[in-house]
Each structure stands twice: as C-alpha cells, then as structure tokens.
C-alpha cells in the first residue's frame, strides 16, 4: 500500500510539472491510412550501447522504411521517463511515448496512449519476455493487433547454461520463472520471434501447441567500404565488448583477466586488452590497468575494431546471437570465443580456429596465440567475415521480418 502511495504522489508531483511548464503531444500526427505497429521494450532503445537494442533500432528502420507507422513505448514509470533518444526515433519517423498532457490538461500515461493508438495498429511487437507478460493484457484490450513476442533471446535456456555453471539456487530461480513466462508467452502470441534456429529448436518442444516461429536475428553488414581497416603489421592487443549489465559479459572479463591473460603473457609479455562497455561495476573497474584498460562507454568504437589484432569473447554462458561477434565480423576483425560465443554463426572452413574451449584455459590460450602471431591464417580468417555474415544481410532480415508483418 506504501508503495502504490508513493508512485500515486510522484505521478502527482509529475502531473503539476507538466501543466506549469505546458508540456503538450499530438500522438495523433500520423497517416491514418498506413498499418500501425506497436512496439514495446523495457526502455527506449539504447541503439550504441547494447546489442539488443541495436538490433531493434534496425527493425524500426525497416518497418518505417516499408511504409508502416511505428509506435515505440518504454516500459519505464512517467515520473522516471529519460529523454534521451526519443529524438532520434522521432526524426526517423517514429510516434514515441513520453509523459506529456492531453487537451484537458490529463496525463497521458501508458495505458492512455495504448488505448490512443489502438485503432490504428494492426501489429503490437512485444520486446523481450518480461514486457510481453505484462503489456499483454493492455494491448489486447484497446486493440485487436496481432501479437508478436520477441525473445531476443531464449532467457530459460541462458539461465539454466548459467545456473549450471554456478550452481546458484538464485540463478536456478530465475530459470524457472523464465520458462514458466516464456512458454504462457508463447503460447498466446500469435508469432513467436527466436532470434536463433538453436533458441527455435530449444523452445519447440517445450510447447503444449503448435505456434507459428518466424527467427528474425541480428542485421550484421560486412563494411566492404572500410577506409580505417590496418593490415595485420599494423595491429596490436586484443579486444572485448559487451555490456556489463548481461552477466555473461562480466563473467568473460574476469574470465579474461584471471585465467588467460597469465597464459598469454608468458609468450606475448607485451600483450594488451582492451575492455569496452556500458555500466561497468567497481569489480570490473578495479581490474583497470596499464595492461588491461577498461574504458567503459565509447561513443566510436570503429577505431578499436580497425586497430585491435584479436577479438575475444570467452562467454561460459547466454543464448541468442552475440552481437558483439557479429560486430566483430562487420570489420573483418577476426576472434577466437565459445561454441556458446558461436551460436548462429557458421565458421567454416575456420572454426576450430575461431572457436575454443572454457573448461580449458591453456587450449583456450592458445587459439588465441595462434590467430595473434600468425599473418597467413589472421589474413584468411578476415577474408572469411563477409561469408560468414551472409545470412545476416539486411536483405534477409527485412524478409523475415515482412512475413510476420503480413
């Protein structure tokens, strides 16, 4: 009850904001003749900072390109709504969310500007498990679009890889409530959206009904124009990315600095790492060294992909396509990771080359000193990116993406 009293006062608070400053939105300024999709997600999509959002940031352009008018909602509470970014999606085209007053000087809060935009979508994408469990409801009762999940990835299956590693009665908490929340998902979206055909063929036989999967992954695009790219005599260090809010990417760094680095240095004494990513934690950040740089956020990060020799991804545990490998290829940047790492991805004729056990630090270290130190193979493994990224083209994706909206 305290709790429901304290958002009723924020929202108050907000409310008295809003009309001292006369913050007013016609979210009606749009072509009512174009089909409407809505699309949800925890918040607004971060383009430059996660994978996740990256990937949902280039759906939108499709949509928008195709002709559909699109409706993006943050899941976050009005009185803690961040502007940053709305802009952007607005320029693009897009009808976005923010708290703001309708004619009669009322908060148009989520629910209001579901039931707003209702009549005019025909599709609703629902982003991730959490929102689709909680924003189902609501859009099923102020429209009759039809309901897109969108794991991004499979969470169940991420969970019980993590929870298998660690043995944490927490982790193994998580993986239940997950798979009990994606598979009721599931089973009431009209399409569900793997973003792999191995998170596809995980979740199908879980199901009690046979439900239509349409598998829409990352866009990755090799940059055949790519004036930065050095040679392999002008490279040095290696490089990870990844943000330090996904648990796999916290577990790789200290993976990195504890287990292999020791190894490598024995043989490249001089060797350097390069840690780049979004809310790094103080474990993290005290790893900082004149060897091991953490740099936190970067707002271009083409100079570190053109500049590093190796790409390294040691991930234990996840699900889904790793788009930090995907970038990774965008540069021709070749990279030793996991078989989890992998997933979605097809190496060959490379991939006892590229992919590495993490039950052995030794075998792990020395795929990497192998890619390092030897031009020949560093240069064919790069030559092999835009093979690998094929099925990745935007050609392809906006394919899948136009059967679902059909």
Sequence with gaps: MYKNLKHYIRKRKLLKKLRKDAIYFDFSNFDKTKKGVLIIDSIIPEYDRDSGSRRLFLIIEIMLKRGFNVFLLADTKEYRFKYEYVETYRTMGAVVYQPVLDSNNNLIDRERFIQLIGPYIQFAWL???????????????????KLIFDMVD?????FKREWQQNGDPKTK??????????LQNAERANVVVPITEEDKKELQPLLKSKTEMQVVGNVHQFKVNNPGFKNFQQRQNLLFIGSFIHTPNLDAVQYLYHKILPILREKLPLLKMEIIGSYAPREILDLNSENFRVHGFVDDISEYFNSAKLFVAPLAFGA???????????FGLPLVTTEIGAEGFNFSPFKNSMVAPMADPQAFA???????TNEVLWTEVSGNSEKVLEPFSISNIEANILKILS
């Design 320 to 330: 889904g396509i790793k788009g930090k490998i995907g970038q990774s290829l965008e």
């Design 127 to 145: 982003h991730r498990p959490d929102i689709f469990h909680k924003y189902y409801s609501l859009v099923t009762k102020y429209s009759k679009a």
């Design 173 to 182: 908490e998580a993986m239940s409530r997950y798979l009990k929340m994606e």
């Design 366 to 372: 020395e795929k990497i000193i192998a890619l390092y």
């Design 154 to 158: 499979f969470h169940y299956l991420r």
